[in-house]
């Protein structure tokens, strides 16, 4: 393992004693590639009130009187386009979000309906936005299910076409694009890492030991994208000393986790949780190749207390239970001129450039610049105030560029 992978291992280690927001340390790693695709003509901008920012489209049509707005979406399918099921209600109305076909002959244009920038800062006290969104995610799968979308394009291809078309909030840019929220479940991308560690190990005479610079297990596991589509995972690494040897052999050793998720090209993440009535949910680690199996085993975990994987009677869905003794972490990328490095899922630019020396932070903030990736494969400039209150306020996505002047 090289210094920089040390550092970074002990620097945002995580131990299962603790709780998801405050304590959970998630990293981030880079996308496969190196090549810095053209930068698209969109843009998205940091607007709205101080206290309720929001990331807005720079391609935004002028607002109608109200607080609600219609919103052209074209959905990308990779393959030639079908015409939805006579029978099928294509159509769904929330109270924050909507989406219907466009009135046109393409089964690719749509119609998604949602605050426009003055409703967001009319609205912002009296909304749930998690809840309404992930209420409007549910719904988009059982119009996938009814054949309405397109052929080739995934419920989450869709959501992400949204969260691209419309303004949403800033501080929520995590839900939009991975599902995490309250819940604690992360949709795995091409890109990520993910590092799992274990915090005790129980000998042979059932006598528990912490685990320590000698009795240590810890494994490293990249999310590269699947040929066709989807992702898959890669063993990166392992660190496996004393106990942990024995533990390695296992067959329930994280080791082994490629192969058992090897036909699962949607995979999501749920890490360690409290619920509401403070119930503490260990990691649980799910593979499908259905999207609507795959939320529904997540309702599931989410319902109530879990000790084990939930019960399924599909044969394709894949689970794996992490007990009390063992961390998960999520690793993300983002790329600073030109350099890969890893940082924690919730870092805002504000962070990062905080890690930087006194006199290189001033230049990089007064300089930076933000290429975002797009779900067609181009790049979108982020704008934002250069600012310290600005820079705090955007969140990083993984694959985010940075560069500035030095």
């Not at 995610?137 to 959501?159: D, I, M, N």
């Not at 499908?288 to 975990?301: F, G, N, R, V, Y």
């Not at 930076?368 to 955007?394: C, M, N, T, W």
Request: net charge neutral; proline share 9%.
């Amino acid at each position: 393992m090289s210094a920089q992978g040390e550092d970074t291992e002990a620097a945002f280690r995580c131990k299962t004693t603790r709780v998801l927001y405050p304590l959970l340390c998630l990293i981030a790693l880079g996308s496969a590639g190196c090549m810095h695709k053209p930068l698209d003509k969109r843009a998205f901008s940091l607007q709205g009130p101080a206290d309720f920012p929001l990331m807005a489209p720079s391609n935004l049509p002028s607002p109608p009187p109200g607080d609600f707005q219609e919103f052209q979406l074209r959905l990308a399918g990779k393959q030639p386009a079908t015409t939805p099921p006579p029978a099928a209600d294509c159509t769904v109305k929330g109270d924050l979000f909507s989406i219907a076909p466009a009135k046109s002959a393409s089964p690719s244009l749509w119609v998604v309906i949602s605050l426009n920038m003055q409703g967001w800062a009319r609205r912002s006290d009296s909304i749930d936005v998690q809840s309404e969104w992930m209420r409007f995610a549910h719904e988009l799968l059982a119009l996938h299910r009814a054949g309405c979308f397109p052929t080739g394009v995934s419920p989450q291809q869709v959501l992400k076409q949204i969260s691209e078309t419309i303004p949403l909030p800033a501080s929520e840019e995590l839900l939009y694009n991975y599902s995490f929220g309250r819940a604690g479940f992360v949709d795995l991308v091409p890109g990520m890492q993910l590092v799992i560690e274990r915090a005790s190990f129980q000998t042979k005479e059932g006598v528990r030991v912490p685990a320590s610079p000698t009795d240590q297990f810890s494994e490293r596991l990249s999310v590269v994208a699947r040929p066709g589509s989807g992702s898959a995972l890669h063993l990166l690494g392992i660190v496996s000393r004393g106990l942990g040897k024995t533990y390695d052999t296992q067959p329930a050793s994280p080791r082994a986790v490629p192969a058992r998720f090897a036909a699962s090209p949607l995979l999501r993440l749920m890490l360690l949780t409290l619920a509401d009535d403070d119930t503490r949910r260990f990691p649980v680690l799910l593979g499908s190749t259905e999207t609507l199996e795959l939320w529904d085993a997540a309702d599931k975990i989410a319902g109530g207390p879990l000790t084990a994987c939930p019960p399924s009677s599909s044969s394709t869905l894949q689970c794996l239970f992490f007990d009390k003794d063992s961390a998960v972490s999520v690793l993300m990328s983002v790329w600073l001129n030109g350099r890969r490095v890893y940082r924690p899922i919730s870092t805002t630019v504000g962070s990062l450039l905080g890690m930087l020396p006194e006199n290189e932070t001033r230049r990089a903030l007064a300089t930076l610049s933000i290429d975002r990736p797009l779900l067609d494969g181009g790049y979108a400039r982020v704008d934002f105030p250069h600012d310290a209150e600005g820079a705090r306020k955007v969140l990083l996505l993984n694959g985010d560029r940075l560069t500035w002047h030095r």
